[in-house]
């Protein structure tokens, strides 16, 4: 049985797009947003693979300036600045508050997980008004190593002094399901327009297009 869910934080609960003008004012086309978050993640994910730790923030700094030398654009420290620390600010997609809300209100343990660093994870759920619904928020980079490696996922159980098949995770990104069940954990896949599972590997007991949905299914297991 599931007793501590965990949710990623950044796209699974928050809008992105909500950086959109700003790609439009410093690259003039909001379509990079998407080039610049899946640069960022493989910086990420190489620096786990080399074991070069690299934290999200420097990251998304680099594939910033990965970014400009791609499309030949000036980024000033100021317009690179206003795009990493937007990351802080970013509003809920629409039915994440009462999706979660309905969830917490069953008395389960509810915890954000993400890559983000501690400071920006708590900007980012009390900027989006969820903080108070989670009874704590965790950073992988607490322990140096980002999902989906299985440390972060690990510090969860720990943290809740419960076994990895009592956490599920529920995201919005294939890496991290697969991550999640490959570390023991059960997992909840939110298919946002794009999202697919990945076919190699455990699956995802549940799946749907929307928190709303997949809270449904949650709390119709549980």
Request: charge should be negative; charged fraction near 15%; hydrophobic fraction near 50%.
């Given at each position: 049985?599931?007793t501590v869910i965990a949710f990623d934080v950044?796209?699974?609960?928050?809008?992105?797009?909500?950086?959109?003008?700003?790609?439009?004012?410093?690259?003039?086309?909001?379509?990079?947003?998407?080039?610049?978050?899946?640069?960022?993640?493989?910086?990420?994910?190489?620096?786990?693979?080399?074991?070069?730790?690299?934290?999200?923030?420097?990251?998304?700094?680099?594939?910033?300036?990965?970014?400009?030398?791609?499309?030949?654009?000036?980024?000033?420290?100021?317009?690179?600045?206003?795009?990493?620390?937007?990351?802080?600010?970013?509003?809920?997609?629409?039915?994440?508050?009462?999706?979660?809300?309905?969830?917490?209100?069953?008395?389960?343990?509810?915890?954000?997980?993400?890559?983000?660093?501690?400071?920006?994870?708590?900007?980012?759920?009390?900027?989006?008004?969820?903080?108070?619904?989670?009874?704590?928020?965790?950073?992988?980079?607490?322990v140096r190593r980002l999902k989906p490696a299985?440390?972060?996922?690990?510090?969860?159980?720990?943290?809740?002094?419960?076994?990895?098949?009592?956490?599920?995770?529920?995201?919005?990104?294939?890496?991290?399901?697969?991550?999640?069940?490959?570390?023991?954990?059960?997992?909840?896949?939110?298919?946002?327009?794009?999202?697919?599972?990945?076919?190699?590997?455990?699956?995802?007991?549940?799946?749907?297009?929307?928190?709303?949905?997949?809270?449904?299914?949650?709390?119709?297991?549980?």
């Amino acid at each position: 049985m599931t007793t501590v869910i965990a949710f990623d934080v950044n796209e699974t609960l928050l809008d992105l797009r909500a950086l959109d003008p700003l790609f439009t004012e410093t690259f003039g086309d909001p379509a990079l947003r998407p080039q610049w978050f899946a640069q960022m993640l493989q910086l990420s994910f190489v620096g786990g693979l080399t074991g070069d730790y690299v934290d999200f923030t420097t990251a998304q700094h680099a594939a910033l300036r990965m970014l400009a030398a791609r499309t030949g654009k000036d980024v000033s420290a100021a317009q690179a600045a206003a795009i990493v620390e937007g990351m802080s600010s970013l509003p809920p997609h629409p039915e994440v508050p009462e999706a979660l809300a309905r969830l917490r209100a069953s008395g389960v343990t509810m915890v954000a997980l993400t890559n983000s660093v501690q400071a920006v994870a708590e900007a980012q759920l009390t900027f989006a008004g969820l903080r108070g619904l989670f009874d704590a928020a965790i950073s992988a980079d607490s322990v140096r190593r980002l999902k989906p490696a299985p440390e972060p996922y690990r510090a969860v159980a720990e943290r809740f002094g419960v076994g990895l098949v009592s956490v599920r995770l529920v995201a919005a990104h294939a890496w991290d399901i697969s991550g999640a069940l490959a570390a023991g954990c059960r997992a909840a896949l939110v298919a946002r327009p794009g999202v697919v599972a990945s076919p190699l590997g455990p699956q995802p007991d549940i799946t749907g297009p929307t928190l709303s949905e997949v809270v449904d299914q949650l709390l119709a297991a549980e």
